[in-house]
């Protein structure tokens, strides 16, 4: 429908212009909320002003249908949340159809994949061999038993990079310090306005 995909381009023409989002933000919003209409439009033709929360409940049972990741989900409505505070500000409409929608739960991701019949191997040398040991060779992503069987685990670079050099989130951190300091000098230097007691 034409009319929503005018709302469409209003609200991405604030989102370059007031909020300055990146290109490849504003294509994301785009896309997403382009896919919403295409629904609304084919499955039930109402303009924006007339969605309900249950409209939008049945565009996410259309989504996980075509096996859509929660993830993905929940940023297409993310998209529509911000879409409707965008509507309720310029006055089309007077509340959001978001307010009574649930965002699906998004599944989290364990930082080391073993396989499960790999896992379930160790457990049984070990039950039968209370001397059993494993070397862990984090550089080379491996365990090795033993009998020098070797399994391959994955790991993010940058979780690998981290426990490599015995860092955690505030290590991390600090290991910037000097850089963080000379940003927040500049940054003053910049703008003295903002310090000022």
């Given amino acids: 429908m034409k009319l929503n995909l005018d709302y469409i381009d209003s609200f991405i023409s604030y989102l370059k212009v007031e909020k300055r989002y990146s290109f490849h933000t504003l294509q994301a919003y785009r896309t997403d909320l382009v896919q919403f209409e295409q629904y609304i439009d084919k499955e039930y033709e109402l303009t924006f002003q007339k969605i309900k929360h249950t409209h939008i409940r049945s ?14 989900i929940c940023r297409k409505l993310s998209a529509l949340k911000s879409f409707y505070k965008f509507f309720i500000r310029s006055g089309e409409v007077k509340s959001s159809p978001m307010i009574q929608v649930q965002l ?6 364990l ?35 033993p009998s020098g069987n070797t399994l391959v685990f994955e790991l993010e670079k940058f979780r690998k990079d981290a426990l490599l050099n015995g860092l955690d989130e505030i290590g991390l951190t600090l290991s910037h310090a000097e850089g963080i300091r000379a940003f927040e000098t500049n940054y ?3 703008h003295p306005w903002l310090f000022t007691t």
């Fill in 104 to 109: 699906p739960k998004t599944e989290k991701k």
């Fill in 59 to 72: 565009f996410v049972v259309s989504l996980m249908g075509n096996e859509v990741s929660n993830r993905s």
């Fill in 111 to 145: 930082p080391t994949f073993v396989k499960e019949k790999d896992i379930l191997s160790l457990f049984k040398k070990t039950e039968s061999k209370p001397e059993f040991a494993l070397m862990v060779n984090l550089d080379e992503q491996s365990l090795i038993d």
């Fill in 188 to 190: 003053q230097k910049k």
